[in-house]
C-alpha cells in the first residue's frame, strides 16, 4: 500500500502569539507526508533546492517516506514568511521566495506509476493535471487547492476536478468557486463539477463532508492547545487520504471515519511549531485521541425527545 | 413542569447581507421563551413599554407562556439597532435605545415561586442575583451573560456564578473571565468559579460542554441556512433548559442531549429574522431535526484504526 503526494517542501518562517519558528520544515507535502506515513508508505514529489538541509531528508528518510522523487535543484529551496493572527485561524503573508519552486515541473520515476491513492496538495492545477497523466489510474485520487488558483486558473482547476474522488477545500474557498453564500449549497455545486466527495476544511469548527445526498459534520478535537495553526490542512489530507488508503476501501462509512482521522491528525499538528508534533508523534497516541474522540462526541439520541 | 427566565424584550431593527428587518420582536427572554416552549411552560419577568405591540403580547400569550411576570411601564420598550458582517458571526451595534429597560427591577409574581428551572438571561448580574433570592431553591439554575458585565460588574458576575448549575458563555467572553487562551482551559478555570457545568457556546462551530474531567463537543446543524443570527445563543439556552426541565433529570448524558437540543434550536431560530422561524414552529420539525442530527454525526469507531 502507498500513497503519492505531490506538492511543496519549505522553509517556513513563521511569528505568532505563541512564538517565532525562523526556517522550519514545512511544506504541503512534508505536512501530508508526516501525517499519513502512520498508516501507510508515502512517496513525495516535489523540488527543494542546493541548500536544503541535509537533516529534513534525513527525517524525513527516516519516516519511511520514499525521497525518490524530490528533485534537488540549484538554487535556494521555496520560502514562505507569515505571521498569524492572535486566534491563530488568519494566516497574512509578509514574504514569498518561490525560488526553485517557482519552476516545478514534476518528473515521476518509474516507481511511481502505481500507487493506491494519490493526493494532488496545492500546486497550480496544471501541474496536478500532468501528475495524474503521469501515473496508472490509482483506485483513490484527493486534491487540494486555493484562492489563487480559483482565480487565476479557474479552468485548469475545474479540469482538474473531473478526475478526481475527493476534494479537501476550506470554507472561503468553496464559497468563492461556487459563488454560493450556504455551505451546503457549495457542497451540492462542487459535486456536481466531479468529485463524488468534498471535504469542507472549516478550521476550528472541524470539517464536513458530503457527498450526494449525504453529509458527515464532526467538530475539532477541542482539548488540543494550539500553537501553530500551519499545516492543519494538509495533516487533516495526510490523515484522511493514509486511513483510507490503509482501509484498502473507499465506502463512505470509511470516509467518514477517515475525516475523523484527518481532524485528528490536524489536531496534532497544530500543537507545535513546524512538524515537531509529527516527527515525534506515535501510533498509540493517535489511537488514544481516536478513542477520546469518539468519547467526546458521543450521546444517546434514545428515547426521543417528544 | 416550568421554566422561568428573566431577560430582555426588545424590538430589533437589524441590517445584514440577507436584508433588513424594522422593530422586529427580539430580547432573550423572548428567544428563550419560544425555544423553551416547545418542551415546558415557560414563565417570563421582563418589562416593556407602553408602545410594546398587542400583536406581540398575543403571539407570546399563544404560545402559552406566562405573562403574569412581565411589567409593562409608561414609556418606550427597549430598541437595539445592529447590523452583522458578511458571515453574520459579528454583531455591530449602532444604536441602542435602553428606555424602561433601564431602570428594570424584576419583581416576581407569587405564582412564580415555584419553577423547576430558572434562566437568568444576560442582564446585571445584580439583577439576577435578586431574582434568585426571590424564587424557592429551583432544582436547575441556568445564566447566561456577557464582556459588559465581565468588564464592569465582574465582582457580581463572579457572585452569581457560585449560585448557578450551568453558565452559558460564548467563546470570547469565556477567554475575557479566565483571561486564558485555550477552550479546554477557559472551561476547567470556570468550573473552579462554581457551576458544575458550563456550555461554551461557539457560534457556527457549534457547542462544548464542560463537567470536572468530562467534555462533549458537538458541531452545528449544518444545513441550517443562517439568515439571521440574532437570538441564537438565547435560542441555544431555551431548547437547552428545555429539554433538562422537561426530562426532569440533569445527569451528564441528560445535558449532552440538550446541548444537541439546543444547537437544534438555534439552527432553526437562525433560518429567519426576528422569531418568525420559532413562532411557526412544530414539535415534528424539531424531531425530524433531532433524527437527522444524528445521522449527520454518526460514525463508526470500530474496528481500531491501528
Known sequence: MSVLVVGSVALDTITNPFGTIEEGLGGSAVYF??????????????????????EHMQLLRDHGVDLDGLKVETGNTFRWTGEYSADLNMARTLDTQLNVFAH?????????????????????????????????????VGCDT?????????????????????????EDEARMLTGMKHLFDCAQAILALGPNTVAIKRGASGVALFQQDRVFVAPVYLPARAVDTTGAGDSFAGGFMGFVTKA??????????????????????IESFSIHRLHTLKQTEIMERWLEFQKMTEYKPEPAPF
Chains 1, 2 share one sequence.
Open 33 to 54: 507526508s508526516l501525517a499519513a506515513r502512520a498508516f501507510t508508505s508515502v512517496k513525495l514529489v516535489a523540488v527543494v533546492g542546493t541548500d536544503f538541509p541535509e
Open 104 to 140: 516545478f515541473k514534476p518528473v515521476l520515476p518509474p516507481s511511481y506509476r502505481h500507487v493506491d491513492s494519490l493526493f494532488l496538495a496545492n500546486i497550480d492545477p496544471h501541474l496536478q493535471r500532468d501528475v495524474l497523466a503521469q501515473v496508472d489510474k490509482p483506485v483513490f
Open 146 to 170: 486555493m484562492n489563487f488558483w480559483i482565480e487565476q486558473k479557474r479552468e485548469g482547476v475545474l479540469e482538474v476536478l473531473k478526475l478526481v474522488d475527493v476534494l479537501f477545500i476550506n
Open 248 to 269: 484498502q476501501d473507499h465506502s463512505w462509512e470509511t470516509l467518514k471515519r477517515a475525516a475523523v482521522m484527518g481532524t485528528l491528525l490536524a489536531s496534532l499538528n
